[in-house]
């Protein structure tokens, strides 16, 4: 079991080393009754993977910055969490009581300000078939890279400006995906959507 668990964490690493950083936070056995590390630096994009027993030690967000997804996860022992805006995401075991952060910033995904970053739109976050995105006229072009949760790339398309695109999703399995906005060099965005 530890090497099926091994081998995803790897899949996951290399996967999403194309556009971001995964940071690996552990918990419980020879780590105790802690996270390992306790507090994470990281950047808008990047991958939050916790390991450990979900089931002894459930893992629930106690803080996320306004607009990102909570968390609440009672069972397995693999997490994967997309970090999708800048600031604090306070985290506990919900039994135990001790706790974790990680430290979300902007980092060198400067490319669009804030404002022009918080006017992509990706909707639905539930889709059955089409989702569409949003863009403001940033004078940046901008790509769609779309993710299964192994980190396969199904879908990339180049995204107009100014203007509504709509990615085609009927063609994918029932499942989870993150959907990066992204331009040559950094992610700009990322969004988990769940085909239905």
Known sequence: MKSKITLLFSIVFLSYGAFATSHLIQFGGSIGMAYSPSVVLANVGDTVIWGGDFGFHPLESTSVPSGANTFNVTSGTSFIYILSVAGDYNFRCSVHLFTGQVKASTGSTGTLNKTAQSEILIYPTAVH?????????????????????????VLQIDLSEGSINTLDFSGLYNGIYFVAIRNDMDVVKVVRVVKE
């Open 129 to 153: 078939n089409f989702l569409k995105i949003s863009l403001p006229s940033s004078g940046k072009s901008l790509i769609a890279d779309v993710k299964n949760i192994v980190g396969q790339t």
